[in-house]
């Protein structure tokens, strides 16, 4: 059942919230023991929350249109009195005393928060291999991984765990993972969603978004948390979500452009999967057969948009995580001094992954290198939003797959770091200009994994995404 269905049957009393609930959680019982989507089920705080929908609905008021309605959040969302790993040994122990802006506007809206889920250690990477607390498994094929970094919020929404998953997204990391699970996923445009209670990977990246098993479903989702805020101060202070009021709108007339270095085109970047690339060229097709107008168009440095990302996220990184010292949140290892202790407790807390980024980060950022690596990364972030914004004057739209390859086998990529890093080369670009996309599935690699077609849009046209994502879903066959 879909959310959008599960919350009209809640809020017109054919069905319980406690009874939809019920039937999640037996779902997670029965299968994620091996998937491992989740680090905690919030089974009790469920139960009260979903007690205390039924009983707003028992009194005649309406609790919402997420009435009942079971969601997972990616641990990098701080709840109130509830555990916050981000997937780290560094945050053991730690309770946040607030909760994330978006986790009170889901509950306002009536969302059950069923627990939180799996990811690579503070957001960094792309399988869900990276957690401290083991990897997460794809659920349409348990040998792969799911994506990341917000695998176990992806496979949660795969596997009918929840309808609806919150992730975060600094380079792909809610695309992609949606792409690999065969679900739909969307980062919005920096800015329209709070990011308070986020726990910070790069701060002028990192943005949250919604996972859900159809366009319209995070459609809904989208307009509950987007809004402004006056606790973020990068929230866009007018910001109106009309995903909802986009989907039915059609692509008749509309202009998309399909971005040669990002979909194997005349100067591609490599490493793009044939069956990913035919994929994306039958997406076009069928937008072209509703009526949109197709264009090639060149962003050529958009193919520098990995070598930029790999220097500002790490940079950000490494400032962002310097609070982590033994002394404030979780982890303390005790040593004869400050120094030795702070020492310990990150040598013992961070993973290698997350000691890697911390070290390319501190390092671009040193005085005698500055200019050269996090100058220069500067520069093509600029240069970005100029090919992008150029381009925008001719299309309306972009299309490129959302992903280079299907979901690849465990362990195939942990001891290559680039490798693993080029998983990205297609979703970096919007993270660097801030503006929205989503990823939709589009049929299924040679492999009989599902493929993600990734559709961009201009910064604020949020609502474009899901106008033409829905056009691509029902192409490709409608709702799973
Ligand atoms: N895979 C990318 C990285 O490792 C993006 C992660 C993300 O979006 N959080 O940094």
Same mark, same amino acid.
């Given at each position: 059942?879909?959310?959008?269905?599960?919350?009209?049957?809640?809020?017109?009393?054919?069905?319980?919230? %406690?009874?939809?609930?019920?039937?999640?959680?037996?779902?997670?019982?029965?299968?994620?023991?091996?998937?491992?989507?989740?680090?905690?089920?919030?089974? @009790?705080?469920?139960?009260?929350?979903?007690?205390?929908?039924?009983?707003?609905?028992?009194?005649?008021?309406?609790?919402?249109?997420?009435?009942?309605?079971?969601?997972?959040?990616?641990?990098?969302?701080?709840?109130?009195?509830?555990?916050?790993?981000?997937?780290?040994?560094?945050?053991? +122990?730690?309770?946040?005393?607030?909760?994330?802006? %978006? #986790?009170?506007?889901?509950?306002?809206?009536?969302?059950?928060? #069923?627990?939180?889920?799996?990811?690579?250690?503070?957001?960094?990477?792309?399988?869900?291999?990276?957690?401290?607390?083991?990897?997460?498994?794809? =659920?349409?094929?348990?040998?792969?991984?799911?994506?990341?970094?917000?695998? +176990?919020?992806?496979?949660?929404?795969?596997?009918?765990?929840?309808?609806?998953?919150?992730?975060?997204?600094?380079?792909?990391?809610?695309?992609?993972?949606?792409?690999?699970?065969?679900?739909?996923?969307?980062?919005?445009?920096?800015?329209?969603?709070?990011?308070?209670?986020?726990?910070?990977?790069?701060?002028?990246?990192?943005?949250?978004?919604?996972?859900?098993?159809?366009?319209?479903?995070?459609?809904?989702?989208?307009?509950?948390?987007?809004?402004?805020?006056?606790?973020?101060?990068?929230?866009?202070?007018?910001?109106?979500?009309?995903?909802?009021?986009?989907?039915?709108?059609?692509? @008749?007339?509309?202009?998309?452009?399909?971005?040669?270095? /990002?979909?194997?085109?005349?100067?591609?970047?490599?490493?793009?999967?044939?069956?990913?690339?035919?994929?994306? +060229?039958?997406?076009?097709?069928? /937008?072209?057969?509703?009526?949109?107008?197709?264009?090639?168009?060149?962003?050529?440095?958009?193919?520098?948009?990995?070598?930029?990302?790999?220097?500002?996220? =790490?940079?950000?990184?490494?400032?962002?995580?310097?609070?982590? @010292?033994?002394?404030?949140?979780?982890?303390?290892?005790?040593? =004869?001094?400050?120094?030795?202790?702070?020492?310990?407790?990150?040598?013992?807390?961070?993973?290698?992954?997350?000691?890697?980024?911390?070290?390319?980060?501190?390092?671009?950022?040193?005085?005698?290198?500055?200019?050269?690596?996090?100058?220069?990364?500067?520069?093509?972030?600029?240069?970005?939003?100029?090919?992008?914004?150029?381009?925008?004057?001719?299309?309306?739209?972009?299309?490129?797959?959302?992903?280079?390859?299907?979901?690849?086998?465990?362990?195939?990529?942990?001891?290559?770091?680039?490798?693993?890093?080029?998983?990205? %080369?297609?979703?970096? =670009?919007?993270?660097?200009?801030?503006?929205?996309?989503?990823?939709?599935?589009?049929?299924?690699?040679?492999?009989?994994?599902?493929?993600?077609?990734?559709?961009?849009?201009?910064?604020?046209?949020?609502?474009?995404?899901?106008? #033409?994502?829905?056009?691509?879903?029902?192409?490709? +066959?409608?709702?799973?």
């Amino acid at each position: 059942m879909s959310a959008g269905a599960i919350a009209a049957a809640v809020r017109s009393g054919q069905r319980t919230a %406690v009874d939809v609930l019920d039937e999640h959680l037996a779902r997670i019982s029965a299968r994620d023991e091996e998937i491992h989507a989740f680090n905690l089920v919030t089974a @009790d705080e469920a139960r009260a929350q979903a007690e205390a929908v039924d009983a707003a609905v028992a009194a005649g008021d309406d609790p919402g249109p997420l009435a009942g309605v079971p969601l997972a959040l990616k641990d990098n969302m701080c709840t109130r009195g509830i555990p916050t790993t981000c997937s780290s040994k560094i945050l053991e +122990g730690w309770r946040p005393p607030y909760d994330a802006t %978006v #986790v009170n506007r889901l509950r306002d809206a009536g969302a059950v928060v #069923v627990g939180k889920t799996n990811l690579d250690e503070f957001a960094m990477g792309s399988s869900t291999e990276n957690s401290a607390f083991g990897p997460t498994r794809n =659920p349409l094929d348990p040998t792969r991984v799911p994506g990341g970094s917000s695998g +176990g919020s992806a496979a949660s929404v795969a596997a009918g765990f929840a309808p609806l998953a919150i992730g975060s997204d600094t380079g792909g990391s809610i695309r992609q993972p949606a792409a690999f699970c065969g679900i739909v996923g969307m980062k919005p445009t920096y800015g329209a969603v709070s990011r308070y209670g986020l726990i910070a990977f790069a701060s002028s990246l990192d943005q949250i978004g919604p996972f859900a098993t159809d366009v319209a479903d995070a459609a809904l989702m989208f307009d509950v948390i987007a809004g402004h805020d006056p606790l973020d101060s990068t929230s866009i202070a007018d910001f109106a979500p009309q995903a909802t009021a986009s989907l039915d709108r059609g692509v @008749d007339g509309l202009r998309v452009g399909v971005v040669r270095e /990002l979909s194997g085109g005349e100067g591609s970047v490599e490493g793009l999967s044939p069956d990913v690339v035919a994929r994306t +060229g039958e997406a076009v097709e069928a /937008l072209a057969a509703a009526g949109a107008t197709i264009s090639e168009v060149s962003v050529p440095s958009s193919t520098l948009g990995l070598s930029a990302y790999y220097l500002v996220a =790490p940079a950000e990184a490494s400032s962002n995580l310097a609070r982590y @010292d033994g002394v404030r949140y979780g982890l303390r290892v005790d040593a =004869p001094t400050t120094g030795e202790m702070n020492t310990a407790s990150r040598t013992a807390g961070f993973g290698a992954e997350v000691k890697r980024r911390i070290m390319l980060g501190t390092y671009a950022l040193s005085a005698g290198y500055y200019d050269a690596f996090y100058g220069k990364a500067l520069k093509v972030r600029t240069m970005m939003m100029r090919d992008f914004a150029a381009v925008y004057e001719q299309v309306d739209v972009l299309i490129t797959p959302t992903a280079p390859t299907t979901a690849f086998p465990l362990g195939e990529r942990t001891t290559d770091p680039m490798a693993m890093y080029v998983n990205d %080369v297609c979703t970096i =670009p919007s993270n660097l200009t801030g503006h929205p996309a989503i990823s939709v599935p589009f049929g299924t690699g040679d492999d009989g994994l599902p493929v993600g077609v990734q559709v961009l849009a201009p910064a604020l046209d949020d609502g474009l995404t899901f106008q #033409v994502g829905a056009v691509l879903e029902a192409a490709a +066959g409608g709702a799973r």
